[in-house]
């Protein structure tokens, strides 16, 4: 079910997302664990302070007021307070000393910051139990005891109690056991989810990698649904590989088959006078050779070339080479040494960019080639200052075939698959190809590959 929220309230959650939820499946998925096991805990720990821990010291703390006013009440009755001070010390484990108001001030104190935890149930006991005196209550050095001042009028009593008398530790061991657990469990999480997350993403990799005409072996594995996924994806590459394998059979088949009559011919036409019309004729069966070689080199593309580590700037630099001798255009090329080498098809690519710089010198007397590059593409652009490509035609020459001049006339162009085909390999290689408008007045190609 999904419920529509107001336009600012969807965007404002869509910021929020973008910009503090992890963007990962293994992240999200540890969020949605680690989250409620806090929130567990935290609960845990109140609900056991409330029901138990409170209530525990709140007793023995009422308990050791109660007992601290019952022995100042004996030292009223009793001469003798080192009677008193035994008998405090062997009932109720108090170690007590009185210092009368000419003395009080030179007891020595050492005043250490206490904790609102430790001591704040026997803080309100105290309060409570001895109104009108003067209470304080410091911790020992090593934690271990509690001074308890009790300032009234007659003088300064002072209790040394140990602190486990209003102090119970069993907080410490139930939080440390919650800790314990939980870091198990989130331990065990990791380490599962890390499994899941690995086959998701070595599966997005070959998927990711075959679109670029790498074969990367990959062996599903994981959970079922994962690895539903990933035989899914396997059976799919298989399908595809077998495809493209038959057509290239096939359209093998074909050409032999198709260059035998044509070869026939030439041979034939061959025997014949020389004449106007024979020469048309054969003019015509060259063409049909020219389209039937550039038909199967588009379709059976370059499958069969492995992939590999290519210097770009060297490639463009052999390619455009070839072009310079050209006297009836300039060619300027700027490198980018940023990029040392990406990873593709050497040969492929080779033809994409051949096609793209061999157009631009049939339109254009100037042409400019660039490389950018940022973390994560690879862009190379041809410019021209030829005539260029109407906008509302742009798409249609990536289609087999097409050409801008409908007269399809071989002297003024090709066969109609110089862009098919470029497209065909960037595209296999994970990249795009844009054709806009160029700064030098003609078109502007712009490849774009990943690194």
């Known amino acids: 079910m999904h419920i529509k929220l107001p336009t600012k309230l969807n965007s404002a959650l869509s910021a929020f997302k973008r910009k503090f939820l992890p963007r990962s499946l293994f992240f999200r998925t540890m969020l949605l664990i680690f989250v409620p096991l806090i929130v567990v805990q935290i609960v845990s720990v109140y609900a056991y302070w409330n029901s138990s821990w409170s209530k525990v010291g709140k007793r023995l703390s009422d308990n050791l007021a109660?007992?601290?006013?019952?022995?100042?009440?004996?030292?009223?009755?009793?001469?003798?307070?080192s009677d008193i001070k035994n008998q405090a010390l062997n009932i109720y484990d108090i170690d007590v000393q009185f210092y009368d108001n000419e003395s009080k001030h030179d007891v020595w104190r050492k005043n250490k910051k206490n904790s609102r935890l430790i001591?704040?149930?026997?803080?309100?006991?105290?309060?409570?139990?001895?109104?009108?005196?003067?209470?304080?209550?410091?911790?020992?050095?090593?934690?271990?005891?509690?001074n308890i001042l009790v300032d009234m009028d007659k003088g300064l009593y002072v209790f040394k109690t140990p602190l486990k008398n209003i102090f119970s530790t069993s907080i410490f061991g139930f939080v440390a056991w919650m800790i314990a657990t939980s870091l198990l469990l989130f331990v065990v999480a990791v380490l599962f989810l890390r499994v899941q997350a690995?086959?998701?993403?070595?599966?997005?990799?070959?998927?990711?990698?075959?679109?670029?005409?790498?074969?990367?072996k990959f062996k599903p594995y994981g959970s079922i649904e994962v690895r539903r996924a990933g035989l899914a994806f396997v059976k799919m590459k298989e399908r595809i590989l077998r495809q493209i394998s038959e057509r290239t059979?096939?359209?093998?088949?074909?050409?032999?088959?198709?260059?035998?009559?044509?070869?026939?011919?030439?041979?034939?036409?061959?025997m014949l006078p020389d004449s106007k019309e024979n020469q048309e004729f054969v003019q015509d069966i060259d063409e049909m050779e020219k389209m039937l070689?550039?038909?199967?080199?588009?379709?059976?593309?370059e499958g069969g070339e492995k992939s590999g580590f290519i210097d770009v700037n060297e490639m463009i630099t052999s390619i455009i080479n070839k072009y310079r001798k050209n006297a009836n255009a300039m060619i300027r090329f700027s490198t980018n040494y940023?990029?040392?080498?990406?990873?593709?098809?050497?040969?492929?690519?080779?033809?994409?960019i051949t096609n793209i710089i061999e157009n631009a010198f049939h339109y254009g007397k100037e042409i400019a080639v660039a490389i950018s590059s940022d973390e994560k593409r690879l862009e190379i652009s041809v410019d021209d200052d030829g005539p260029g490509i109407p906008k509302d035609?742009?798409?249609?020459?990536?289609?087999?075939?097409?050409?801008?001049?409908?007269?399809?006339?071989?002297?003024?162009?090709?066969?109609?698959?110089?862009?098919?085909?470029?497209?065909?390999?960037?595209?296999?290689h994970g990249g795009s190809i844009e054709l806009s408008d160029s700064s030098l007045g003609g078109l502007r190609v712009v490849i774009s590959l990943p690194l």
């Open 198 to 216: 690995r086959s998701i993403t070595q599966l997005a990799a070959a998927a990711e990698d075959f679109g670029k005409g790498i074969n990367t």
């Open 119 to 146: 001591v704040g149930f026997l803080t309100d006991a105290l309060a409570r139990r001895f109104p009108r005196a003067n209470t304080e209550i410091f911790l020992s050095n090593h934690h271990n005891d509690l």
């Open 338 to 352: 940023d990029v040392s080498a990406i990873q593709g098809r050497e040969q492929a690519l080779r033809r994409a």
């Open 249 to 270: 059979q096939m359209l093998a088949g074909v050409s032999h088959d198709l260059r035998t009559p044509l070869t026939r011919m030439k041979l034939q036409m061959a």
């Open 293 to 301: 070689d550039g038909y199967l080199a588009f379709v059976s593309g």
């Open 393 to 428: 035609k742009r798409d249609d020459v990536f289609k087999a075939f097409y050409r801008v001049d409908p007269s399809r006339n071989k002297e003024t162009g090709g066969v109609g698959l110089g862009l098919a085909i470029a497209k065909d390999i960037v595209v296999s």
């Open 66 to 81: 109660q007992d601290m006013a019952f022995i100042i009440t004996m030292d009223d009755g009793i001469n003798d307070f």
